[in-house]
């Protein structure tokens, strides 16, 4: 079956559709493992029961969200080879090495010891249960590291040579590879805008039962917790998107100038805040924007020149040989702009939330709340907000629980779109690295299938979560107060029946 | 020897370590309809690979990206290739893990069941597939001479790829059902082990069928070697199965799957996907791999990690080496 479209247009809405919809969990399962981990340390360290029923309510959270993740996953590893043959030919030389450094490396570490901490409560002396989860964590951020550094790579290729004879790119320097500056660049960036989601999510949902006045030391514990998270977390995403604009607008200028669809090089480039542009003619016919900002996002200074799409265009024209080498122009544009503005709208919500509930030394003894008490929100000095504004707070802190979620995969929309028609920018051009031998029926089929499948599994996904974030946090147990003290448990009931069983 | 002849053998190794761990576990899989009598009994099976099936299912991952990274030729040939059957293991594998994380997370009846039918069946058909696929690996497909697979699903299921298929059903079956005997207390032990007994005798015969005719199309001393310890091993696991030596019969079990992917590994070599239209189209060792600087950096990699993993996940099978039983499994959580 053929249809009427281009080789590669199915293959890569097979690749944007399976692969946003896996980063919908991986950025909320790389914050709440290190969250939970930090949960439970304080477990340990304090023997405050908050801290343990905290860890049991966000871990189950944790484990629904990452068996999607999982899962998901594996799709990624295998449909390189399957919709992208020529590309793995071409690059998996080098592209192969840090996937399958991820796998033996970081995936073990995770899956192996997600096994031993969700079984291991009854099994394991309580440090070194602690110490799996704290394992989980470093597998899912060095996880992160090795498909960033892949990514890095098609974004701006070093520490390779191209072998004209077998008609490959081959890996030249893999420490260059890791240690590039986009490499770190774009690892800081994920990794704080993945804790920026895990800190919304558990704002949010402190706030829903904060809200009803229900579970209240441990969701006091988990505002404050998320609270911080959001807005340390807000701040690093901004600094390490900052960094990454720049270093961005060094190795793919069309991407900056499609980001602001700044259509001719000038000195002082605005920012807009709003644009309609015709792409056809090249230029914007409604705009609202702040002079010199794009100059200082690109490269720190107000006045400086940035190259427009045209200029760019036209370069990489008499570099690359004749062809059009702009990416979707309104996608680049309002991708970069959503972004921006979930993740913001979430960081500003997180910097007032702290204010809102700042802690007794800064607040009146009036205002002061107990541990089992719902915290006062405080604007002003001496005086809390009115019943009704805080249940908007609450609200609002609900109900945006997901827009760094919603920004995180603009972001990947941004980054991928963006470089377009370029696969390995510069080198690789997407249309040459499907699968030829690959009909489009096939693809289709697979399209079709994993969409069908993915959106079944959404819908159960997000009505366990409901269902488990609505119980709240467990009554604890005896056994779970009197952890065992050799590993594989301790010998005095070998009828006890499992701590947890599938 | 050079290093993408060193990496024929990691890639098969890796292969080996997952058609050991997930073998079983598919095993499990398929048990949960053949051996368990009801709810708490398929329970306490699932319960015995619990802890472990996410970090089996790893080794697959590690030799798919180990294959990308050392043979991006036999990875791109062979994943696009057999699309379709590589397309049915994923959606089988994807639902399978989230049947074991969910089936569990509501009480309702229905969605219970579900589930259950979901881990048989995702067990069931990737068991089959895998087979298929190395069948098909071994016997040669249709590969052009850009290395492109030309060839179309149904040429993938031949007879002898289908027998195959049935191979790595009833090996997996039969080291699950071991596995099983190995890991569960009471009544459903002693019914594994006499299973277990059954499925064995069935698999010796599908597999001497399948390796004998695997040693008469591509075989050599070496293939014939490994044949020899696959049959015996397989002998002896059901032989000790039989006298309820459930430690004993597993390592033979083990033992079997290693020789059998041994066997097919050294057959192929130095071919990794043959081509059956004409030999020179072949995809080898030499002109698949990556360069030697890559596979170097690719054998440190694997070299320090997999024994580490080794260690890591021993562990984790030590920390879990009770054996399970009705008893251990609460009624609702």
Same mark, same amino acid.
């Given at each position: 079956?053929?249809?009427?479209?281009?080789?590669?247009?199915?293959?890569?809405?097979?690749?944007?559709?399976?692969?946003?919809?896996?980063?919908?969990?991986?950025?909320?399962?790389?914050?709440?493992?290190?969250?939970?981990?930090?949960?439970?340390?304080?477990?340990?360290?304090?023997?405050?029961?908050?801290?343990?029923?905290?860890?049991?309510?966000?871990?189950?959270?944790?484990?629904?969200?990452?068996?999607?993740?999982?899962?998901?996953?594996?799709?990624?590893?295998?449909? *390189?080879?399957?919709?992208?043959?020529?590309?793995?030919? *071409?690059?998996?030389?080098?592209?192969?090495?840090?996937?399958?450094?991820?796998?033996?490396?970081?995936?073990?570490?995770? =899956?192996?010891?997600?096994?031993?901490?969700?079984?291991?409560?009854?099994?394991?002396?309580?440090?070194?249960?602690?110490?799996?989860?704290?394992?989980?964590?470093?597998?899912?951020?060095?996880?992160?590291?090795?498909?960033?550094?892949?990514?890095?790579?098609?974004?701006?290729?070093?520490?390779?040579?191209?072998?004209?004879?077998?008609?490959?790119?081959?890996?030249?320097?893999?420490?260059?590879?890791?240690?590039?500056?986009?490499?770190?660049?774009?690892?800081?960036?994920?990794?704080?805008?993945?804790?920026?989601?895990?800190?919304?999510?558990?704002?949010?949902?402190?706030?829903?039962?904060?809200?009803?006045?229900?579970?209240?030391?441990?969701?006091?514990?988990?505002?404050?917790?998320?609270?911080?998270?959001?807005?340390?977390?807000?701040?690093?995403?901004?600094?390490?998107?900052?960094?990454?604009?720049?270093?961005?607008?060094?190795?793919?200028?069309?991407?900056?100038?499609?980001?602001?669809?700044?259509?001719?090089?000038?000195?002082?480039?605005?920012?807009?805040?709003?644009?309609?542009?015709?792409?056809?003619?090249?230029?914007?016919? !409604?705009?609202?924007?702040?002079?010199?900002?794009? =100059?200082?996002?690109?490269?720190?200074? +107000?006045? =400086?020149?940035?190259?427009?799409?045209?200029?760019?265009?036209?370069?990489?024209?008499?570099?690359?040989?004749?062809?059009?080498?702009?990416?979707?122009?309104?996608?680049? *544009?309002?991708?970069?702009?959503?972004?921006?503005?979930?993740?913001?709208?979430?960081?500003?919500?997180?910097?007032?939330?702290?204010?809102?509930?700042?802690?007794?030394?800064?607040?009146?003894?009036?205002?002061?709340?107990?541990?089992?008490?719902?915290?006062?929100?405080?604007? +002003?000095?001496?005086?809390?907000?009115?019943?009704?504004?805080?249940?908007?707070?609450?609200?609002?802190?609900?109900?945006?629980?997901?827009?760094?979620?919603?920004?995180?995969?603009?972001?990947?929309?941004?980054?991928?779109?963006?470089?377009?028609?370029?696969?390995?920018?510069?080198? #690789?051009?997407?249309?040459?690295? !499907?699968?030829?031998? !690959?009909?489009?029926?096939?693809?289709?089929?697979?399209?079709?299938?994993?969409?069908?499948?993915?959106?079944? #599994?959404?819908?159960?996904?997000?009505?366990?979560?409901?269902?488990?974030?609505?119980?709240?946090?467990?009554? #604890?147990?005896?056994?779970?107060?009197?952890?065992?003290?050799?590993?594989?448990?301790?010998?005095?009931?070998?009828?006890?029946?499992?701590? *947890?069983?599938? | 020897?050079?290093?993408?002849?060193?990496?024929?053998?990691?890639?098969?190794?890796?292969?080996?370590?997952?058609?050991?761990?997930?073998?079983?576990?598919?095993?499990?899989?398929?048990?949960?309809?053949?051996?368990?009598?009801?709810?708490?009994?398929?329970?306490?099976?699932?319960?015995?690979?619990?802890?472990?099936?996410?970090?089996?299912?790893?080794?697959?991952?590690?030799?798919?990206?180990?294959?990308?990274?050392?043979?991006?030729?036999?990875?791109?040939?062979?994943?696009?290739?057999?699309?379709?059957?590589?397309?049915?293991?994923?959606?089988?594998?994807?639902?399978?893990?989230?049947?074991?994380?969910?089936?569990?997370?509501?009480?309702?009846?229905?969605?219970?069941?579900?589930?259950?039918?979901?881990?048989?069946?995702?067990?069931?058909?990737?068991?089959?597939?895998?087979?298929?696929?190395?069948?098909?690996?071994?016997?040669?497909?249709?590969?052009?001479?850009?290395?492109?697979?030309?060839?179309?699903?149904?040429?993938?299921?031949?007879?002898?790829?289908?027998?195959?298929?049935?191979?790595?059903?009833?090996?997996?079956?039969?080291?699950?059902?071991?596995?099983?005997?190995?890991?569960?207390?009471?009544?459903?032990?002693?019914?594994?082990?006499?299973?277990?007994?059954?499925?064995?005798?069935?698999?010796?015969?599908?597999?001497?069928?399948?390796?004998?005719?695997?040693?008469?199309?591509?075989?050599?001393?070496?293939?014939?070697?490994?044949?020899?310890?696959?049959?015996?091993?397989?002998?002896?696991?059901?032989?000790?199965?039989?006298?309820?030596?459930?430690?004993?019969?597993?390592?033979?079990?083990?033992?079997?799957?290693?020789?059998?992917?041994?066997?097919?590994?050294?057959?192929?070599?130095?071919?990794?996907?043959?081509?059956?239209?004409?030999?020179?189209?072949?995809?080898?060792?030499?002109?698949?791999?990556?360069?030697?600087?890559?596979?170097?950096?690719?054998?440190?990699?694997?070299?320090?990690?997999?024994?580490?993993?080794?260690?890591?996940?021993?562990?984790?099978?030590?920390?879990?080496?009770?054996?399970?039983?009705?008893?251990?499994?609460?009624?609702?959580?």
């Amino acid at each position: 079956m053929e249809l009427a479209l281009a080789p590669e247009t199915l293959a890569r809405w097979q690749f944007g559709i399976t692969t946003v919809y896996h980063f919908l969990f991986v950025p909320l399962t790389i914050s709440l493992a290190a969250l939970t981990a930090g949960l439970q340390t304080a477990w340990v360290r304090t023997n405050n029961e908050k801290y343990l029923r905290a860890t049991k309510f966000w871990g189950k959270l944790f484990l629904i969200n990452i068996a999607m993740g999982v899962v998901t996953g594996i799709v990624q590893e295998f449909q *390189f080879g399957m919709n992208w043959s020529d590309y793995s030919r *071409f690059v998996g030389d080098i592209f192969g090495a840090p996937l399958a450094f991820e796998a033996l490396i970081a995936f073990f570490f995770e =899956s192996t010891f997600i096994g031993l901490w969700i079984f291991g409560w009854d099994k394991l002396p309580k440090k070194i249960h602690l110490a799996c989860i704290w394992m989980v964590s470093i597998g899912t951020i060095l996880s992160a590291y090795f498909i960033l550094a892949a990514n890095s790579w098609m974004q701006h290729p070093v520490g390779y040579r191209i072998n004209k004879e077998r008609g490959r790119a081959e890996l030249t320097d893999f420490w260059h590879v890791l240690t590039q500056n986009t490499a770190l660049a774009q690892f800081f960036h994920t990794i704080t805008a993945a804790f920026l989601v895990g800190g919304a999510f558990m704002v949010g949902i402190a706030a829903f039962h904060l809200a009803r006045k229900k579970h209240i030391p441990v969701m006091r514990t988990s505002l404050r917790l998320g609270l911080i998270t959001v807005v340390i977390a807000g701040l690093l995403t901004a600094i390490s998107g900052d960094q990454l604009g720049k270093v961005m607008f060094k190795q793919q200028p069309m991407k900056m100038a499609a980001a602001e669809a700044l259509w001719e090089g000038q000195d002082s480039a605005p920012f807009s805040i709003f644009a309609v542009g015709d792409v056809a003619k090249g230029h914007n016919t !409604v705009e609202i924007s702040i002079p010199g900002i794009l =100059s200082f996002l690109a490269d720190d200074s +107000f006045t =400086s020149y940035v190259p427009g799409i045209n200029d760019i265009n036209k370069a990489e024209q008499e570099k690359f040989g004749p062809g059009d080498y702009r990416p979707n122009i309104p996608v680049a *544009f309002w991708s970069f702009r959503w972004m921006i503005g979930f993740g913001m709208a979430s960081f500003a919500l997180g910097i007032l939330g702290l204010w809102l509930t700042r802690k007794k030394f800064m607040l009146p003894p009036g205002l002061r709340t107990g541990e089992d008490e719902v915290p006062h929100l405080v604007l +002003f000095k001496n005086k809390a907000l009115s019943p009704k504004l805080t249940k908007c707070y609450w609200i609002v802190a609900l109900w945006t629980l997901l827009f760094p979620l919603i920004a995180n995969s603009w972001g990947w929309i941004f980054t991928e779109m963006g470089r377009q028609p370029w696969v390995v920018y510069g080198v #690789l051009q997407t249309r040459d690295a !499907v699968s030829p031998g !690959v009909s489009q029926g096939e693809v289709l089929t697979s399209m079709i299938g994993f969409t069908l499948l993915y959106a079944v #599994l959404a819908v159960v996904e997000v009505k366990l979560l409901v269902k488990y974030i609505k119980a709240g946090p467990p009554e #604890l147990t005896e056994a779970d107060l009197n952890p065992p003290t050799r590993i594989g448990g301790d010998h005095d009931d070998a009828d006890r029946p499992m701590a *947890f069983s599938y | 020897m050079e290093l993408h002849d060193v990496w024929f053998v990691l890639i098969a190794v890796l292969w080996t370590g997952y058609f050991f761990l997930e073998g079983f576990d598919f095993g499990i899989g398929v048990l949960t309809k053949l051996l368990a009598r009801d709810r708490k009994e398929r329970r306490v099976l699932i319960n015995t690979i619990g802890p472990v099936w996410d970090g089996n299912e790893v080794w697959l991952l590690s030799a798919g990206g180990a294959t990308f990274a050392a043979f991006p030729e036999w990875y791109a040939t062979l994943f696009s290739g057999f699309y379709l059957p590589l397309l049915i293991i994923l959606v089988c594998l994807i639902v399978r893990g989230v049947a074991f994380e969910y089936r569990a997370k509501r009480s309702g009846e229905k969605w219970q069941t579900n589930w259950e039918h979901a881990i048989f069946w995702t067990s069931l058909i990737p068991a089959v597939l895998w087979g298929v696929a190395f069948g098909n690996i071994v016997r040669g497909v249709k590969i052009d001479a850009d290395m492109e697979y030309v060839g179309n699903f149904w040429d993938l299921l031949n007879p002898y790829a289908i027998l195959g298929g049935l191979v790595t059903l009833f090996l997996f079956t039969f080291h699950g059902a071991v596995f099983a005997g190995l890991k569960t207390a009471g009544d459903i032990r002693e019914r594994a082990g006499r299973l277990a007994l059954k499925l064995g005798i069935v698999t010796a015969v599908l597999a001497l069928g399948f390796l004998i005719w695997t040693q008469l199309d591509n075989g050599d001393g070496w293939s014939l070697l490994a044949m020899i310890v696959a049959a015996v091993a397989l002998v002896a696991a059901v032989a000790l199965i039989a006298v309820g030596r459930e430690g004993w019969s597993f390592a033979f079990s083990g033992v079997t799957v290693a020789a059998v992917v041994a066997m097919l590994f050294l057959t192929l070599f130095p071919n990794v996907m043959p081509s059956s239209l004409d030999d020179a189209w072949s995809l080898t060792v030499t002109n698949a791999s990556s360069t030697p600087y890559t596979l170097k950096i690719m054998t440190w990699c694997a070299g320090i990690a997999t024994p580490v993993v080794l260690m890591y996940q021993g562990w984790t099978y030590w920390v879990f080496r009770k054996r399970i039983g009705t008893q251990h499994i609460a009624e609702a959580h």
